[in-house]
Nanobody, 120 residues
């Protein structure tokens, strides 16, 4: 069994910054791609950024130049540094990871989500 736990969300003023963390735990053999999605009320879930096991990254156009995704493979943790936040960034942010467990089963894992609210 594997688990993803996010942390770091909260309320921030426009122009502010937040850093989200996503820690994977459990019977993990390896972690492949890790990513962050977000879902605002009444909107579809959208991919914000992802990072491969080798460190290659990709971003949604709406966050390029403001958000940075990174990972610490030794800690099984992924981060999302969010700068110059805008009200339209308000959403629940969810972590996602493709994980191979000790039984060699490939699991697409999701965290429970963390709320990010950008408002003055």
């Amino acid at each position: 069994q594997v688990q993803l736990v996010e942390s770091g969300g909260g309320l921030v003023q426009p122009g502010g910054s937040l850093r989200l963390s996503c820690a994977a735990s459990g019977s993990i053999r390896g972690i492949y791609d890790m990513g962050w999605y977000r879902q605002a009320p009444g909107k579809q879930r959208e991919l914000v950024a992802f990072i491969t096991s080798g460190g290659s990254t990709n971003y949604a156009d709406s966050v390029k130049g403001r958000f940075t995704i990174s990972r610490d493979n030794a800690k099984n943790t992924c981060y999302l540094q969010m700068n110059n936040l805008k009200p339209e960034d308000t959403a629940v942010y969810l972590c996602n990871a493709d994980i191979r467990d000790i039984r060699m089963t490939l699991i697409v894992a999701w965290g429970q989500g963390t709320q990010v609210t950008v408002s003055s």
